[in-house]
Nanobody, 119 residues
Framework: QVLLVESGGGLVQPGGSLRLSCAAS????????MSWYRQAPGKERELVAY???????IRYVDSVKDRFRISRDNATNMSLQMNDLKPDDTAVYYC?????????????WGQGTQVTVSS
């Protein structure tokens, strides 16, 4: 059974930084796409970034690509460094995973961690 646990959320002022982490367990091998999604109040959950373990492809959505950095220490640990945070970044951030070489849409989710950007 795959389990994803996020940590690192909190309250930060505009322009500040936060680092989110996701620890996975239960992976059957190293071929998982891991991703970050977020959901703001009243909005749908949206992709933030993903990292493919096969081939190393990383993709960011346009709104974060110059400010956020995804990294994977190994096949099961992932982090998201978020810099120059804006109020629009306020959301619950979710770690996702899928056993695939190319499909980044998760079929496993963490419980989410709240990020609030406010002065």
């Amino acid at each position: 059974q795959v389990l994803l646990v996020e940590s690192g959320g909190g309250l930060v002022q505009p322009g500040g930084s936060l680092r989110l982490s996701c620890a996975a367990s239960g992976f059957i091998d190293g071929h998982y796409v891991m991703s970050w999604y977020r959901q703001a109040p009243g909005k749908e959950r949206e992709l933030v970034a993903y990292s493919m373990s096969v081939g190393g492809k990383i993709r960011y959505v346009d709104s974060v690509k110059d400010r956020f950095r995804i990294s994977r220490d190994n096949a099961t640990n992932m982090s998201l460094q978020m810099n120059d945070l804006k109020p629009d970044d306020t959301a619950v951030y979710y770690c996702g995973a899928r056993h695939s070489s190319y499909n980044y849409i998760p079929d496993h989710w963490g419980q989410g961690t709240q990020v609030t950007v406010s002065s």
